[in-house]
């Protein structure tokens, strides 16, 4: 029987705890059925299986010098999900065996290989399948990483007022990012976090 994960984030109102603004985040992972198409298009991390391909010729055409083979875009680069749902299957193909769903509207994902309308992703557990690409949105968003909860700060300075704080798994949209920090909205609440405590953004990588 495959482990059903639940994660759950919050974000609430300055420093005081308790004082939720109403965003409640959370995926869970089940084990789909089979031949079940799910046709939908979109933040919080599920694991799926990372089985191998048995497309012919996947290995050899998913990475070419950090470029997509089939976008020419960077590899790796983060997405997000476009609805609600999407099957993560064994291989680039309607055929092959549906392992895992993926259940989280905007959750963060990092595509590391490309075939044809495929794109194999992986979460932040680097664990992952191949989706549809129409099952996935370029709207950059970002998870909240774990242990502790996290002081969203008006200005990208440690010293600047909080705004809000943002639980483990609470997710939002990247509005920008510069240097060290990144601009987040969520729940309607705007502000800035260290990059080093998020999840969908790469090292280094400005976003304007």
């Known amino acids: 029987m495959a482990e059903l994960f ?7 109102a300055g420093p005081i705890a308790g004082l939720t603004l109403g965003l409640a985040v959370f995926a869970v992972l089940v084990p789909a059925a089979r031949g079940e198409e799910v046709a939908v298009t979109g933040a919080l991390s599920a694991s799926v299986s990372a089985a191998a391909s048995d497309e012919p010729g996947v290995g050899a055409q998913a990475i070419v010098s950090g470029v997509g083979p089939v976008t020419r875009l960077p590899l ?9 749902s999407a ?10 065996r549906v392992d895992w769903e993926f259940r989280h509207r905007g959750m963060p994902l990092e595509i590391t290989g490309e075939y044809g309308n495929w794109r194999r992703v992986r ?34 300075e440690e ?5 809000a704080i943002a639980e483990p798994g609470v997710i939002g949209r990247v509005d920008s990012c510069a240097g060290a920090w990144c601009e987040i909205i969520a729940d309607g609440r705007e502000g800035w ?6 999840w969908g953004v790469g090292p280094g990588e400005a976003i304007d």
């Open 123 to 156: 979460d932040v557990e680097g664990k992952g399948g191949w989706v549809h690409h129409a099952l996935l949105s370029g709207t950059r968003t970002a998870l909240v990483l774990g242990p502790e909860r996290v002081a969203l700060r008006e200005r990208p």
């Open 193 to 198: 976090l260290p990059r080093a405590v998020i």
């Open 87 to 96: 099957n993560a299957r064994r291989g680039p193909s309607l055929d092959q």
């Open 76 to 84: 790796p680069r983060f997405v997000s999900m476009r609805g609600e």
């Open 159 to 163: 010293t600047a007022r909080v705004v």
């Open 6 to 12: 639940r994660r759950f984030g919050r974000l609430t």
